[in-house]
């Protein structure tokens, strides 16, 4: 668990402002529910969301992390004066025993990449099971893994189509290795909900109340998506949302529409891209269960039967076998620090290609001339505007 006790883990958590602020809000807008609650949070890091309850008014809270960053966490509950109100308890949280013999709450940021990898949902119904009374709330109240088809040409030419003519030589040959070495199992990428080829549809849907630790160990779905336009489709994505119900309802998304967050998507590529007309509807299965063989594991499965057939399974699959391409990753949250979106999407970080705030400038500066004659000037002006247009058509 000391794995979990690294502070670039924590640092790239609490810097998701939609992950935090989403459970901030649920807590906050049903505060009436913390006021004198008896709250657990299991695997609390950093205990952001153990002082969050706290602030609304637990009477107690049971901050529980198993790594050794629990003593960092006591300190940090100690200097910002809530000690009083939360207790931090460095154990399993089976181990843990509540000396009211119960908790109104439960809260837990247990969602890993692809929704399980953490493994930690089984501790959390656990939890519920011994310690939750009954009438209590847990949030989340409920997930969903959300799948779609994703089409990438631009991906495509610069990982594949790039091999063909390097430096006058053809390299084709190296395809079939990149196939294996990297297409052979999902990796993480900040996906561009641009490129979300067919309609949505959920995989999967967990009630925490209602969970078992049977019902989560395997988690299967048949595929049936419409395709939104004409076009290859290159992989298929994955994402989670997870509900936090109460007096108020808050949602955290971690789609590609919704902007930044550290779990990112999920990609899978497909070994050849695949042709789908408009319209067209796209079949075929989905399944991640756990691993018999690798405890904590999990065996991914995803195959079409149509429009192609394709095969493809990963075992053994852990948040250390999810991979992301560092340069991507480094690129997308570089420009996405900039805070800088663009018009058709408010939270997709803009592309310095498609800046063309450039061009009004100059325009601008062509106005400002004062030593031209009004007719020149307005000549300039007229003859930019059109040569603005022209570049904004042809991009």
Not at 39 to 54: E, N, Q, R, Y
């Amino acid at each position: 668990f000391d794995s979990y006790a690294y502070t670039e883990i924590h640092e790239e958590m609490l810097k998701d402002e939609s992950r935090t602020d989403a459970y901030r809000d649920a807590i906050m807008l049903n505060q009436e529910h913390f006021e004198g609650a008896v709250v657990a949070d299991i695997g609390c890091g950093t205990g952001i969301l153990s002082m969050i309850a706290a602030r609304a008014g637990a009477r107690k809270v049971y901050c529980i992390e198993a790594s050794s960053l629990a003593n960092t966490t006591r300190e940090i509950v100690r200097i910002n004066g809530l000690q009083d109100k939360i207790e931090v308890v460095n154990a399993l949280s089976s181990d843990v025993v509540l000396e009211e013999g119960y908790c109104d709450i439960i809260v837990s940021e247990w969602m890993g990449y692809f929704l399980v990898y953490e493994n930690m949902l089984t501790a959390v119904l656990s939890f519920r099971d011994n310690w939750l009374r009954p009438g209590g709330l847990v949030f989340p109240s409920s997930v969903r893994l959300i799948a779609a088809m994703y089409s990438d040409d631009k991906f495509w030419s610069e990982r594949m189509d790039f091999w063909d003519d390097l430096y006058t030589y053809d390299f084709s040959p190296i395809k079939s290795m990149i196939v294996r070495e990297q297409f052979s199992m999902p990796e993480r990428q900040h996906l561009d909900h641009r490129n979300i080829a067919t309609s949505t549809q959920v995989v999967a849907s967990i009630d925490i109340y209602d969970a078992t630790l049977d019902s989560i160990q395997s988690l299967a779905s048949t595929l049936s998506m419409t395709s939104l336009k004409s076009c290859r489709l290159h992989g298929v994505a994955f994402w989670f949302d997870a509900e936090f119900a109460a007096t108020s309802t808050v949602v955290l998304d971690t789609s590609p529409v919704d902007g930044y967050s550290h779990w990112s998507q999920v990609i899978w590529y497909l070994d050849a891209p695949v042709e789908v007309k408009r319209h067209e509807t796209v079949e075929g299965f989905f399944s991640i269960k756990n691993s018999d063989e690798n405890a904590g594991a999990f065996n991914v499965e995803f195959y079409l039967t149509h429009p192609a057939a394709i095969y493809k399974t990963s075992t053994g699959q852990t948040p250390d076998t999810i991979a992301q391409n560092i340069h991507e990753r480094l690129t997308w949250e570089n420009r996405f620090s900039e805070r800088q979106a663009s018009d058709v999407a408010p939270h997709w970080p803009k592309d310095p290609q498609n800046d063309f705030s450039c061009i009004n400038e100059l325009i601008s500066e062509v106005s400002s001339l004062a030593y031209l004659p009004e007719g020149i000037e307005r000549v300039c002006v007229v003859f930019i505007g059109v040569f603005a247009l022209g570049f904004v058509v042809g991009r």
